[in-house]
């Protein structure tokens, strides 16, 4: 069972950015696909971005802020977040995905973004 650690999340103000990581105990190499997900506080978990080795895809409302980029290598795949607001406050999770979108694994602990003046 691999299991994922995200960091990089913390307190920062409207217009600010941060950098999520997230580190998978085992190989991502041959996983089709990698995503960030998030949950605020009394809602679902959603999808924010994912990226495959061809193409990487955002949700809407983070189009042109978030830049995801993996790096097999390191068993790495990380989130940057641009231009912040506060309705980005969420915990930040990541998980892999089959073709089919079948998720790999459990949800690690993720990490807390919060976003307030």
């Known amino acids: 069972q691999v299991h994922l650690v995200e960091s990089g999340g913390g307190l920062v103000q409207p217009g600010g950015s941060l950098r999520l990581s997230c580190i998978a105990s085992?190989?991502?190499?041959?996983?089709?696909?990698m995503g960030w997900y998030r949950q605020a506080p009394g809602k679902k978990r959603e999808l924010v971005a994912t990226?495959?080795?061809?193409?990487?895809n955002y949700q809407d409302v983070v189009k042109a802020r978030a830049a995801i980029s993996r790096e097999n290598a390191k068993n790495t795949v990380y989130l940057q977040m641009n231009s912040l607001k506060p309705e980005d406050t969420a915990v930040y999770y990541c998980?892999?995905?089959?073709?089919?979108?079948?998720?790999?694994w459990g949800w690690g602990q993720g990490t807390h973004v919060t976003v307030s003046p």
């Open positions: 998980n892999g995905y089959a073709r089919t979108g079948v998720l790999y």
């Open positions: 085992g190989s991502i190499a041959s996983i089709y696909g």
């Open positions: 990226i495959t080795n061809s193409s990487t």
